[in-house]
């Protein structure tokens, strides 16, 4: 390779960095969507996979995604979440259910992390590529910022409950689309009645703004308890900055203690 060749391939990848791409796949583009051959009913679930669910990998085709429409995604959802009497129950009918588009590119699916008796239920973005390996959600670098912030007021995994709005990770970490978020919410209310936490914190602006209907900023929101109609109730909610900003803006870590000790002194004072 020449000098030239050399440092342009560096500045290619420099670019593909500063994107966001962190894997490679393979040298062509796969379009998943066209790979579908028929279009699957619904109704009709696939016969149980492996639980937890592992994907195929994506040499593998993958039927059926293309051919749900979102509302039917949503129906289809909803039905599964009303007949899943059991946090398990739920997880295992999640991992059948193929109305979500960005399963068709993870690896894993990202469930929770956590207490099924926990007092405080935490829903972020997204998974991010770590997540996506371990099919756990906030295990990467944000997660053990996460980990650690919550250790300051003195909680560990076996007091929180932790989930996010999508449970597929976005290519790219791309912020999940209203759709995404629409077809994974049904199972989101549920998890949150089947678990009914005491307090919701919503780790950064996507999982606020969808979950809140506010069009307000998360930095104007954070630290302030709002009202959140999640699982069949109206449940105490607090915005909070997410730790992957806060890596990025450590000036801002004094924000996210002082809201931390705002949720302290809540669970404080309903002990
Ligand atoms: N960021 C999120 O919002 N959720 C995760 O699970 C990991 C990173």
Same mark, same amino acid.
Request: hydrophobic content about 40%; proline content about 7%.
């Given at each position: +390779?020449?000098?030239?060749? #050399?440092?342009?391939?560096?500045?290619?990848?420099?670019?593909?960095?500063?994107?966001?791409?962190?894997?490679?796949? *393979?040298?062509?583009?796969?379009?998943w969507f066209a790979r579908t051959e028929k279009p699957r009913p619904v109704a009709k679930t696939p016969p149980a996979r492996e639980f937890p669910q592992n994907q195929p990998s994506p040499s593998e085709p993958r039927p059926g995604f293309a051919s749900i429409a979102p509302d039917e995604a949503v129906m289809d959802a909803r039905e599964r979440a009303a007949n899943a009497k059991t946090l398990e129950e739920l997880e295992r009918s999640l991992s059948q259910f193929d109305g979500c588009a960005l399963k068709a590119t993870a690896?894993?699916?990202?469930?929770? !992390?956590?207490?099924?008796?926990? !007092?405080?239920?935490?829903?972020?973005?997204?998974?991010? %590529?770590?997540?996506?390996?371990?099919?756990?959600?906030?295990?990467?670098?944000?997660?053990?910022?996460?980990?650690?912030?919550?250790?300051?007021?003195?909680?560990?995994?076996d007091d929180v409950y932790i989930t996010n709005i999508v449970y597929w990770?976005?290519?790219?970490? %791309?912020?999940?689309?209203?759709?995404?978020?629409?077809?994974?919410?049904?199972?989101?209310? %549920?998890?949150? *009645?089947?678990?009914?936490?005491?307090?919701?914190?919503?780790?950064?602006?996507p999982a606020s703004l969808n979950l809140l209907g506010t069009k307000q900023g998360i930095t104007k929101i954070r630290g302030t308890w709002r009202t959140c109609e999640i699982g069949g109730k109206t449940r105490r909610a607090?915005? +909070?900055?997410?730790?992957?900003?806060?890596?990025?803006?450590? #000036?801002?870590?004094?924000?996210?203690?002082?809201?931390?000790?705002?949720?302290? #002194?809540?669970?404080?004072?309903?002990?």
């Open positions: +390779m020449t000098h030239s060749h #050399a440092s342009s391939a560096a500045a290619l990848l420099d670019w593909y960095q500063a994107m966001g791409v962190d894997e490679a796949i *393979e040298d062509t583009s796969v379009d690896k894993k699916m990202c469930f929770k !992390r956590g207490s099924d008796t926990a !007092r405080v239920m935490l829903i972020g973005e997204g998974p991010g %590529r770590d997540e996506d390996l371990q099919g756990l959600p906030f295990v990467g670098r944000a997660g053990q910022l996460l980990d650690k912030m919550l250790g300051a007021i003195s909680l560990t995994e990770r976005p290519p790219g970490n %791309r912020t999940p689309s209203a759709q995404e978020v629409q077809a994974c919410l049904p199972f989101l209310n %549920r998890q949150a *009645e089947l678990l009914n936490p005491e307090f919701l914190v919503l780790i950064g602006g607090m915005p +909070m900055l997410h730790p992957a900003y806060l890596l990025r803006t450590p #000036a801002a870590k004094r924000l996210a203690w002082r809201d931390l000790l705002t949720l302290k #002194a809540a669970l404080g004072a309903k002990e």
